[in-house]
């Protein structure tokens, strides 16, 4: 992975174990050179323009596990389903830099689309992976008109992935819609989300919306399993669930 750009006088140092902290108030400080400066975990504008950092932070730092777990679940249910992987599209939400796009083309994926909010995530994946996505687009799904959608869709994604990007400020429940509207009868949609989002006591609207799809018949669970996503900054760890399914027929 790209942790051999960081630049070399680069510091990075993590709250004190003892001191525990939401997701979405997890933070960290670096020090380019210029001083030490904090980043919260989901200042992704910010992580994305040091090169090198975000792969330093999550995947070697706090171990993360998402990209390989799902992208291994997703493409064992292909070739369960003899599905060559290079011949499906990909669309793949909340893209980052592009880790989710390498593992997949690792894998024999040949076509991935990217759609992140955030320019600075369009602009690292360049940097860090060029030509891993066959087109990224910055945008808000929540915002987009269904032209616009079908435009990106052009006539339905094969598969869709959305790694370690549902709730917690991310995605929101809408926003997987709009995604997974995109995507063509009987395509896969592999994801990751944290195993209490689908729990009973869920306040962020994805168990709702994974079981009324499940129940309706939209969506059929082909596998799934509950992993170590990564570290906390407690160096606890923090477990998450991977879900491969199919997609059965269009929104009523
Ligand atoms: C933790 S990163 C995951 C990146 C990549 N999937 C990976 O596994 O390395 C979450 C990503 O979701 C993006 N994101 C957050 N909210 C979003 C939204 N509403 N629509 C699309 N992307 C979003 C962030 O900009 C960020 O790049």
Partial sequence: ???DRLPP???LALP???QSYEQDAEWCVVDDGSGWRELRFHDYH???TVPGLYEKLFYEVLQCQ??????DLLVEQMATERLDPAGVRVLDVGAGNGIVAEELRTRGVTKVVGVDIIPEAAMAAERD???VYDDYRVVDLTTLDVDAAAEIAGGGFDALTVVAALGFGDIPPEAFRVAFDMVRVDGFVAFTIRDNFLSETDTSGFAGLIRSMMESGELEE???VTYQHRLATTRQPVHY???VARKRRPRD
């Fill in 46 to 48: 910010e992580i994305y």
């Fill in 129 to 131: 992976r060029p030509g």
């Fill in 16 to 18: 004190d174990a003892a």
């Fill in 1 to 3: 992975m790209a942790v």
């Fill in 9 to 11: 006088n680069l510091r």
């Fill in 66 to 71: 998402s990209p390989p777990v799902v992208t």
């Fill in 222 to 224: 082909l596998g799934a």
């Fill in 241 to 243: 669930r991977a879900i």
